[in-house]
């Protein structure tokens, strides 16, 4: 099975207009987006928390957690992301993908724009 690798701009919500260029492998199947803790706080993106992680191997990490701002073309979306640590991979998660209004085909392991739908619109609240 291949791989889906793409570059996106990371950037810190308080200062949009500073980002840094990121290499992912797009991982659907990742909850949260890996990058580097360098960039990270490069950008001034601070930790909020702290994660435990399962490896795939049954072993248990902790990583530090913050907010990031996400832009792919014309999309931005804020997401969740895991700082990395040295030997971690980039990964882009389900929730980046998610805020830029991204899906993942899993067989031709191409981006697919996902439809956007508010729910709730059109309800009058007043009848």
Same mark, same amino acid.
């Given at each position: 099975?291949? !791989?889906?690798? !793409? ?16 290499? @992912? ?13 360098? $960039? ?12 435990? @992680? ?14 990031? !701002? ?5 999309? $931005? #979306?804020?997401?969740?992301?895991? @700082?990395?640590?040295? #030997? ?6 389900? @929730? ?32």
């Amino acid at each position: 099975m291949g !791989m889906t690798v !793409m570059e996106i701009e990371v950037g810190n919500p308080a200062n949009p207009e500073v980002t840094e260029r990121v290499e @992912f492998l797009v991982d659907s199947g990742a909850i949260y987006s890996v990058v580097p803790g360098p $960039i990270l706080a490069q950008l001034g993106i601070k930790p909020l928390t702290t994660q435990v @992680f399962r490896l795939a191997n049954g072993d248990k990490i902790s990583r530090r957690k913050g907010v990031a !701002m996400f832009k792919y073309r014309d999309r $931005i #979306g804020g997401a969740d992301v895991v @700082f990395g640590e040295p #030997g971690d991979s980039n990964l882009l998660g389900a @929730f980046t993908l998610e805020a830029l209004g991204l899906g993942l085909d899993p067989l031709r392991r191409e981006l697919l724009e996902l439809p956007m739908i508010l729910g709730g619109y059109g309800y009058d609240r007043g009848a």
